[in-house]
């Protein structure tokens, strides 16, 4: 039985930053899908998972990413990467937020990034604003670069179980990124991988009428 609802932020309450990344790439002529590859390339130990542990600062971050680009023959650094990230919300995936508040344990499970005044200025005071009063929608919010663990390690998914009371076998979880997704499958959680929030709320709806 469906007793939470968990959904990932970036690429599921917002537009996907994927879609961000390709245009980038293709503005500056740069391989497709070169930020993907590159952050998945020693998921565990690159710039990207240190920044989303909270190991690193938005401004180490930058220089630390542009080492890494550099070693694939491109100069780019991490900051221009990082305002990419802060894509428009998807209205339809907040209503259906709200409308799950009204039967079942909600809560964001979000990768994220320190804050600081760098990272501020990047999202933009209106964006930052939007964000925040979306996330206030969630009655938990768990934050990798709080709790010092990142999707897909294990540990994360166990602490926000712990955090919100429940047990992975009665939540559903909802993630743009199949890796963060499997971890989750093994631990009992059904899973929705989002491709756009049609698909989302058709899959969701499907799970909860089951």
């Known amino acids: 039985m469906v007793e939470a609802i968990l959904f990932?932020?970036?690429?599921?309450?917002?537009?996907s930053p994927f879609e961000a990344f390709n245009a980038f790439e293709h503005e500056r002529g740069l391989p497709i899908n070169f930020i993907r590859?590159?952050?998945s390339s020693s998921h565990d130990l690159n710039a990207w998972a240190q920044l989303e542990r909270g190991e690193i600062s938005p401004d180490e971050f930058d220089e630390s990413f542009r080492q890494e680009?550099?070693?694939?023959?491109?100069?780019?650094?991490?900051?221009?990467?990082?305002?990419?990230?802060?894509?428009p919300l998807r209205p339809d995936m907040i209503s259906l937020v709200q409308r799950c508040k009204a039967q079942y344990q909600v809560a964001c499970l979000t990768?994220?990034?320190?804050?600081?005044?760098?990272l501020n200025n990047l999202i933009g005071k209106d964006r930052l604003d939007d964000w925040q009063t979306i996330l206030k929608e969630f009655p938990y919010v768990i934050e990798s670069a709080q709790i010092g663990y990142r999707k897909p390690e294990e540990q994360f998914f166990q602490i926000a179980c712990e955090v919100i009371g429940i047990k992975p076998e009665h939540a559903v979880f909802l993630d743009d990124i199949g890796s963060n997704?499997?971890?989750?499958?093994?631990?009992?959680?059904?899973?929705?991988?989002?491709?756009?929030a049609e698909q989302a709320i058709g899959a969701l709806e499907s799970i909860l009428k089951e």
Not at 8 to 15: A, N, Q, W
Not at 181 to 196: E, F, Q, S
């Open 8 to 15: 990932d932020f970036g690429g599921v309450i917002t537009e």
């Open 37 to 39: 590859d590159l952050n």
């Open 69 to 87: 680009a550099i070693s694939r023959g491109h100069d780019i650094g991490g900051l221009e990467i990082l305002k990419l990230v802060f894509t």
């Open 111 to 118: 990768n994220n990034f320190p804050r600081t005044p760098t």
């Open 181 to 196: 997704l499997k971890p989750a499958r093994i631990m009992g959680m059904t899973t929705i991988k989002v491709t756009n």
